[in-house]
């Protein structure tokens, strides 16, 4: 565990990230707890043909947004910064901020700013705030979710310094 943890280390100060935003296990069970029990509504309720069809339709449709939700990654590599569908030179960041949960809550809350682009997901309490220094975006600053803020700030700080 500590060659991987340092293995990951290494690879941050290098100025490469990469992670995942996969939604957690716990969710995946609760799913499964919630759809067994409105399975069980529907099988004492309607014919069988309908609630095995109605569970089939919730089972496809629950577990394609958690993958959904779940397939968002966050990456430093090239000297740029992906997160979900989008992309930023690193060049144009301002100094990376590591936030804890009351401070995500907070940025993401009463100080939020309407113009910010987020890559947030609900499970993961910890995120980076990333300031945009490009005159031409008008995005103030980027809010994105990680479970390694550290891990993720100090990627782009190495990719800025290295720039």
């Known amino acids: 565990m500590a060659s991987s943890t340092s293995a990951q280390d290494a690879r941050a100060s290098a100025g490469s990230y990469r992670e995942r935003l996969f939604v957690p296990l716990r969710w995946w069970v609760q799913a499964t707890m ?30 394609a947004g958690f993958a959904w939700i779940g397939s968002a990654r966050v990456e430093v590599r090239d000297g740029t910064l992906y997160a979900g569908t989008a992309h930023i030179p690193v060049a144009l960041l301002g100094p990376v901020e590591p936030l804890d949960a009351v401070e995500t809550r907070r940025v993401h809350g009463v100080d939020a700013d309407a113009r910010a682009f987020l890559v947030t997901r609900p499970y993961l309490k910890r995120s980076v705030l990333v300031p945009v220094l490009d005159p031409d ?9 990680t479970r390694h803020p550290d891990r993720l700030a100090a990627a782009l700080g190495a990719r800025q310094a290295s720039d």
């Open 34 to 63: 919630l759809l067994a029990t409105l399975w069980l509504a529907f099988i004492v309720s309607m014919p069988a043909v309908a609630a095995w069809t109605a569970t089939a339709v919730l089972v496809l449709i629950t577990f």
């Open 137 to 145: 975006d008008r995005t103030p600053y980027w809010l994105i979710s």
